[in-house]
């Protein structure tokens, strides 16, 4: 979860063994360093493994940022340092799907006020290596808020439009 650090914000990390009876002393994913961290996200699977994701402005402007990524082995007891994931530092909001040892993360970039971009990256081995970046969406619409998920071999995207008048359209892409 993200919350405020000195009118800041930090992703932190709780872990319950207990079902959420309770909880672990907080553990700070992001560097507590004056930029917020925020739109965090997190994924796991049945082997222990954990992926967080999130936002960091220390790489970017004011309202966006780049997509960073912890991953822990252990069940959240310790943490990896910190992967880039976006190669630009114009990513807002971010998305991480996992199944078995296939880890993906999909952001979102703006270009201009009126376009923007869905990017998705994947690694096959648990997040030790990385595929590049992948465009997933056109130059042409504003896209936001993409939503990752991994089925039947595919990777599964769905992100919003919010260019088109009067409403918003959703668009879904899948690929393998």
Known sequence: ????????????????????????????????????????????????????????????????????????????????????????????????AVKGSTVAVAWDTEVSIDSGMVHVRTSFNGGGDLCAANLVSDLSRATGNPSIAIAHGQLHTCWFNYNVQPNAEIYYRRGT
Request: aromatic share 12%; charged share 20%; net charge negative.
């Open 1 to 96: 979860r993200a919350r405020g650090v000195i009118g800041y914000q930090e992703v932190f990390y709780h872990r319950s063994t207990d079902l959420g009876f309770t909880w672990s002393v907080a553990e700070t994913l992001s560097t507590n360093d004056g930029w917020n961290s925020q739109n965090v996200r997190l994924a796991g699977d049945d082997n222990s493994n954990l992926y967080s994701v999130w936002n960091d402005q220390k790489y970017g402007g004011d309202f966006s940022g780049t997509i960073l990524m912890r991953r822990s082995t252990d069940g959240g007891l310790t943490w990896l340092p910190e992967q880039i994931m976006s190669q630009l530092a114009t990513a807002g909001f971010c998305d991480v």
